[in-house]
């Protein structure tokens, strides 16, 4: 059984940094495209970077691109989100995902309903 849990969240001020982690266990992730989501208040949950494993293929959202990068180590079951350059609207609940398969097409629509396992999610507030 798949188990994603999600860490590295706060209270952050604009312009300032934050490195999310996501522990997986339960599957190996070479198989897995892997992924971040989040949902601002009263707001739907939008995609924000995924990385194919298997095509190689890494994708962000417009409005991460440039400040936002995903890795991942395999060996170590772990999956990270580096945010750099932090602003107000960055604010919400972050989410890691992951899509069997590993395939890029999921990566390049980067649709939540691609992804089969989720974590429960870490807070990241950026206000002065």
């Known amino acids: 059984q798949v188990h994603l849990v999600e860490s590295g969240g706060g209270l952050v001020q604009p312009g300032g940094s934050l490195r999310l982690s996501c522990a997986a266990s339960?599957?190996?992730?070479?198989?897995?495209?892997v992924g971040w989501f989040r949902q601002a208040p009263g707001k739907e949950r939008e995609g924000v970077s995924c990385?194919?494993?298997?095509?190689?293929?890494?994708n962000y959202a417009d409005s991460v691109r440039g400040r936002f990068t995903i890795s991942r180590d395999n060996t170590k079951k772990m999956i990270y989100l580096e945010m750099n350059n932090l602003k107000p609207e960055d604010t919400a609940d972050y989410f890691c995902?992951?899509?069997?398969?590993?395939?890029?097409?999921?990566?390049?629509?980067?649709?939540?309903?691609?992804?089969?396992?989720w974590g429960q999610g870490t807070r990241v507030t950026v206000s002065s």
């Open positions: 995902a992951a899509s069997y398969g590993g395939q890029g097409y999921v990566c390049s629509r980067l649709q939540e309903e691609d992804f089969g396992s």
């Open positions: 339960g599957i190996s992730l070479n198989y897995y495209a």
């Open positions: 990385h194919s494993y298997a095509d190689e293929v890494t």
